[in-house]
């Protein structure tokens, strides 16, 4: 007597099961919730310590990575599960790279908003030893040395990069070239000791005013606008510049006319990282520029406060009420990122609307 033996039917793993589309979000959701309230009640135990944001997130998205994969491999098998494994694994580190950004703008966010008001403003730090007090002349001050610094270091920038994307050859580029790398890894405070040498040679020894802040400022500025405007022209199809010049174009009227448009929004982005290295910058600005506690419009005259000192000097020289000067720092911290976000997103405004239309 023979028995006949059924064959199994052949299951294919993509179509048995399939988690909810939902459903990942959910969890995760779920994970940083269940994460956060579990810091809550071991910050509660401790509140003198800032609340550990980054060891929340972290937590979170592990606990979620976890019980992803253990839902993955009931419902939908074991290649799934593991694909959905090394995802959240390649989330994970971007979330550990993340994690000293996110820490950082919610410590400055949570300390900066108690003077975060109009006061901080609309007032200087003149005569101001406790209470009270804003920031005025720092953000001022600020903007006028970055602003000055911009306009010393864009066109050199942008025509050094021009001459090394479209002309520059042998030996004279490879030096400039050079250069401009060794001056990307200065340190700053080598930058404000030029510049205060510079106007010691000039006018004398001790004196410090803003444009010496705006000039440091721009030699930390120009090898960044050089390197990535240059590789913005460099990106530009050279089909374009033949096409240019089969009619007859002259080269700078080419280069100004179709290179620099086509890669103005890369340029303009590299203006806004170099902006955004300098703004922060607090030594060449104390040795340059120095500090002030008073209004000055003028950067050819006298000392000039700039943002970076003004925290350095809050929370070096709290005076006669620590708290107080603390909350300044913090919210003149807070009021320098918010600055660099607007600049941000200003150049993002600037390179969609001046970027070439390639739409008929």
């Not at 510049?195 to 440091?216: E, S, Y």
């Amino acid at each position: 007597m023979t028995t006949t033996s059924r064959a199994k039917p052949l299951v294919n793993a993509y179509t048995t099961g399939r988690l909810p589309a939902y459903l990942p979000w959910l969890l995760l959701v779920g994970s940083l919730l269940l994460s956060a309230t579990m810091f809550v009640l071991i910050w509660l135990s401790d509140t003198t310590a800032d609340y550990p944001i980054a060891g929340a997130v972290f937590v979170g998205v592990v606990a979620y990575g976890i019980s992803l994969y253990a839902l993955s491999r009931l419902v939908e098998g074991r290649r799934p599960a593991t694909n959905r494994l090394v995802t959240t694994l390649v989330v994970l580190a971007f979330v550990i790279a993340l994690l000293p950004l996110i820490s950082l703008l919610f410590t400055v966010v949570t300390n900066g908003l108690g003077r975060f008001d109009l006061m901080f403003f609309t007032y200087s730090m003149r005569n101001i030893v406790g209470d009270g007090g804003g920031a005025l002349h720092a953000i001022l001050g600020t903007l006028l040395m970055t602003g000055a610094a911009a306009i010393i270091s864009i066109p050199i920038g942008l025509m050094t990069a021009v001459y090394l994307a479209e002309y520059g050859r042998g030996a004279i580029a490879r030096t400039i070239t050079f250069f401009v790398d060794v001056m990307t890894g200065i340190p700053s405070i080598v930058a404000g000791l030029f510049a205060f040498a510079l106007f010691t040679l000039f006018f004398g020894p001790g004196v410090r005013v803003g444009v010496a802040g705006a000039i440091a400022l721009a030699v930390l500025m120009i090898p960044v606008v050089v390197r990535t405007s240059e590789e913005m022209l460099r990106l530009v199809p050279n089909e374009l510049r033949e096409a240019s010049y089969a009619l007859g174009v002259p080269k700078w009227r080419t280069i100004v006319k179709i290179v620099i448009p086509t890669s103005i929004a890369g340029i303009t982005t590299g203006v806004m990282l170099a902006i955004a290295r300098v703004i922060g910058e607090t030594a060449p600005l104390l040795v340059a520029a120095g500090f002030t506690t008073s209004m000055n419009y003028d950067l050819f005259d006298g000392r000039m406060q700039s943002l970076p000192v003004f925290v350095y000097s809050s929370y070096v020289s709290q005076g006669t009420n620590a708290i107080a000067s603390l909350d300044r720092a913090w919210a003149g911290a807070l009021t320098l990122i918010l600055i660099v976000m607007l600049l941000n997103l200003v150049a993002r405004i600037v390179a969609r609307v001046y970027a070439p239309k390639t739409r008929r």
